[in-house]
Nanobody, 114 residues
């Protein structure tokens, strides 16, 4: 079972930045990848996706503030988050951008608060 490992979360003040990292125990070459988040009491939502090197898409709420990138040689996917807002507080996960998923990892907690 493939289970991504996320890291890089933490507590940050509004307006701050964080970079999340995801390591996949296997090749991600040719696989569409996504970053997802789940806030307390809410459903998991797609935040950003990378369907091939250089082609990306973002949820409207993060467009212009977040940037997804990937390194197929290292099997890693990153999420650069800028201008963070309290509403970005959530557990962030990475997984396939697909109708089927790998096992979900533990995620990484991002808390935006003053």
């Amino acid at each position: 079972q493939v289970q991504p490992v996320e890291s890089g979360g933490g507590l940050v003040q509004p307006g701050g930045s964080l970079t999340l990292s995801c390591t996949v125990p296997g090749s991600i070459f040719g696989i569409s990848m996504g970053w997802y988040r789940q806030a307390p009491g809410k459903q998991r939502e797609l935040v950003a996706s990378s369907t091939s090197p250089g082609f990306t898409n973002y949820a409207g709420s993060v467009k212009g503030r977040f940037a997804i990138s990937r390194d197929n040689r290292k099997n890693t996917v990153s999420l650069q988050m800028n201008s963070l807002k309290p509403e970005d507080t959530a557990v962030y996960y990475c997984n396939k951008f697909s109708s089927t998923f790998w096992s979900w990892g533990q995620g990484t907690q991002v808390t935006v608060s003053s």
